[in-house]
């Protein structure tokens, strides 16, 4: 993946705004904030660039709550006043979001910071945490010993990458220094030879080089694929607005969401959710070779597979309904729909943003419904935000 699509996907992909979940994102959310949770600590979950999700909303009702009816109906147009009860969607009133100056500057000194490079130091000696480059020989009496040589080798200083003392010795010398570090091998060295053996090796220091910011210059805007400077501040602009755009949708979003009242759940929609989600965590648990129990224990440091459903996974999935439920109520009141065309425009769209080769690969790893509910979101708060009322 190139830096330009790293660039725009970390500020266009991940900022926009699709409402249901594929569950990737469903399984990152658990894990962070059981852990999180844990350690008592406020969350904050970032997008993936392969999952889709709703804005997730503390507001909504526990899944406890006497009046949720857990039913085997099936949610429908007829039915669907049985299942959630809108407040307000027209004439919200939402606190627009602003980019200011100082949002880009520190925006810009991040992705610079990010995008360090290693940068030659002259007039100085070698520090901890320095790269150097060396050539070295090692001798073992008065004879190199094999594996001991090298040319041109780079060296973090501080990595721990040589035998212990080898790395230290080269701390304080200057560039185009020769002189020896003399030292003694492990004695657990996997090299029966050498292990235990006092050894010496004649370095030549080379270069010496830091990590350090990238400068906003031609050069790295070009890494990203961009003609200049200005284009560059161009497309921050643009990134950080419609990052803005999409925290206002979120905020509508939540809002109405807020004032709905939900009585029952489709337990097909439940289970179906469940189901899915716990499917990837056993797809990663064998990707690491690791018993499912064991590897939600370690996940959740301690909770067992039925707990982390009951207790973690089944309320995201019962969450992840209600958003449905709202987006259908809203199309169902205000006859948003999607055609056919729509949908393989938006697939189309799904298979370009996220690598997939074409539409048929794209739906054999996320089912038509979530796809079409997921389009359907995105037209839905398009609607919304007509009405909305920025302050």
């Known amino acids: 993946m190139s830096k330009l699509k790293n660039f725009a996907g970390k500020h266009s992909e991940l900022f926009s705004i699709q409402f249901f979940v594929f569950v990737g994102l469903l399984i990152l959310c658990i894990i962070f904030l059981v852990m999180c949770r844990d350690r008592g600590e406020d969350s904050v979950i970032q997008d993936d660039p392969a999952t889709t999700t709703p804005p997730v909303n503390d507001q909504i009702n526990e899944p406890d709550r006497p009046e949720l009816e857990f039913t085997n109906e099936e949610a429908t147009e007829s039915n669907i006043d049985d299942f959630v009860t809108l407040g307000q969607t027209r004439g919200i009133s939402y606190n627009r979001s602003v980019v200011t100056q100082q949002d880009i500057d520190d925006f810009i000194a991040q992705h610079l910071a990010e995008g360090a490079m290693m940068k030659e130091v002259t007039g100085r000696a070698v520090r901890d945490g320095d ?3 060396i050539d070295y020989v090692g001798f073992l009496g008065d ?4 594996g001991g040589a ?6 973090w200083i501080g990595s721990g990458s040589f035998i212990p003392g080898f790395e230290e010795q080269i701390i304080g010398h200057s560039i185009g220094e020769q002189f020896d570090i003399n030292l003694a091998f492990p004695d657990d060295y996997h090299a029966p030879e050498l292990a235990g053996q006092d050894v010496v090796f004649e370095i ?3 270069g010496i080089f830091e990590e350090g910011a990238a400068e906003l210059d031609d050069e790295f805007v070009r890494e990203l694929g961009l003609g200049s400077v200005e284009e560059y501040l161009n497309v921050v602009r643009e990134r950080l607005e419609e990052d803005a755009l999409n925290e206002d949708k979120r905020q509508v979003f939540n809002l109405i969401v807020e004032q709905s009242v939900f009585h029952k759940i489709p337990i097909s ?3 179906q959710r469940i189901a899915t989600t716990m499917e990837q965590f056993h797809h990663e648990a064998e990707t690491y070779d690791i018993d499912i129990e064991d590897f939600i224990r370690e996940i959740t440091q301690g909770m067992s597979y039925d707990e982390f459903i009951e207790l973690e996974v089944r309320p995201y999935a019962i969450n992840d309904v209600q958003m449905d439920l709202v987006i259908r109520a809203i199309s169902f009141k205000e006859g948003i729909s999607i055609s056919d065309e729509e949908f393989m425009e938006g697939v189309m769209g799904y298979v370009e943003q996220f690598g997939y080769d074409d539409a048929e690969q794209f739906l054999q790893y996320n089912p038509e419904s979530t796809v079409r509910i997921a389009l359907l979101a995105d037209k839905v708060i398009e609607f919304l ?5 920025p302050n």
Do not use: H, R
């Open 150 to 155: 090298d040319q041109d080798a780079e060296l």
């Open 385 to 389: 935000m007509e009405f909305a009322v």
């Open 131 to 133: 790269m150097v480059v």
């Open 143 to 146: 004879e190199p010993f094999p």
């Open 204 to 206: 030549t220091l080379k």
């Open 269 to 271: 929609e439940l289970e």
